[in-house]
């Protein structure tokens, strides 16, 4: 599938018109998941639910664009009511719900997969292989418990290597819990330059770094555009929420862009509007100032 770039022109936030202020009018709302729709915890709080819920009975199309696998968010399409296309995998997929029918997908090559694997073990860092419909580990330790927790899902505890030849893979990702192992994922994301794309982003609920490795054509920013067009839509009519440095390339396809107040200064840098933490409910003040009033 080819990537697309934009090529419209960013309108005016609030173009004047005669005096008048006047607001864009808004399609499409992308959510990121973690550190933005949800912070401690697996689900979103319930100010959060009721502004996503209010955003959509006024006709607009509500999307996650997240890098988790889709069996990652059935909990939260489901409280949701998030019916529609959504991009999981940081890009890698676009996923209708609740069919889930794969509309995009651009796998992880196998030499990227046996390479960040044969990393992984080099220097002893925690990794995660995903399938569309599945994820894989080997250890299975406190960051294992961790994640069946925050994901609502239990791996299938394997010999990775296993996988490379036998499974199309979306993503592979690695976890940095402390310091020192994000010093040594470092080395793991320098030395898969050339394989694929390295995707960092931090959870700020626990100090988790997340690197997802995946097909070097993906981003969120390519499968927005994939995603608006899809539906026949206009990049000019889109909202994005993001907290990470995994949404830089999102921001800059996405008309109107909003950063969490504790994002990283580059992404608020870029960003429209920043918005309160997650802690702070940022999601809900967001729709609120942007679509409900």
């Known amino acids: 599938m080819t990537s697309y770039v934009s090529t419209v022109s960013r309108l005016p936030i609030q173009p004047v018109i005669k005096g008048m202020i006047l607001k864009p009018e808004y399609k499409f709302l992308i959510l990121d998941v973690d550190g933005t729709l949800i912070g401690h915890g697996a689900y979103p709080t319930q100010r959060v639910v009721e502004a996503v819920k209010a955003a959509q009975a006024t006709g607009i199309t509500v999307a996650l664009g997240t890098g ?31 069919s889930n029918e794969i509309i995009i997908l651009r796998a992880l090559p196998p030499r990227a997969t046996e390479q960040i694997i044969r990393l992984a073990r080099k220097y002893d860092l925690f990794l995660e292989i995903y399938a569309h419909d599945f994820y894989f580990i080997e250890n299975d330790n406190e960051l294992a418990q961790h994640q069946r927790l925050k994901l609502q899902l239990n791996p299938l505890v394997t010999d990775l290597t296993s996988l490379v030849d036998r499974v199309k893979v979306v993503k592979a990702q690695l976890l940095a819990a402390d310091a020192d192992q994000k010093r040594r994922a470092d080395i793991v994301s320098a030395e898969m330059e050339g394989y694929c794309k390295m995707a960092w982003s931090l959870d700020p609920s626990n100090g988790i770094y997340f690197g997802n490795a995946i097909n070097s054509s993906a981003s969120k920013g390519s499968a927005l555009q994939d995603l608006v067009d899809y539906l026949g839509g206009d990049i000019n009519q889109t909202l994005a929420i993001g907290d990470s440095y995994n949404d830089l390339n999102i921001f800059k396809v996405a008309h109107t862009t909003i950063a969490m107040g504790h994002a990283p200064a580059s992404l608020k840098a870029m960003a429209d509007w920043v918005a309160p933490s997650v802690n702070d409910d940022g999601v809900a003040v967001a729709i609120e100032k942007f679509i409900l009033s």
């Open 68 to 98: 988790r696998a889709s069996e990652a968010c059935y909990h939260l399409l489901r409280l949701l009511d998030l019916n529609g296309l959504h991009i999981f995998f940081d890009g890698a997929a676009v996923v209708e719900w609740p």
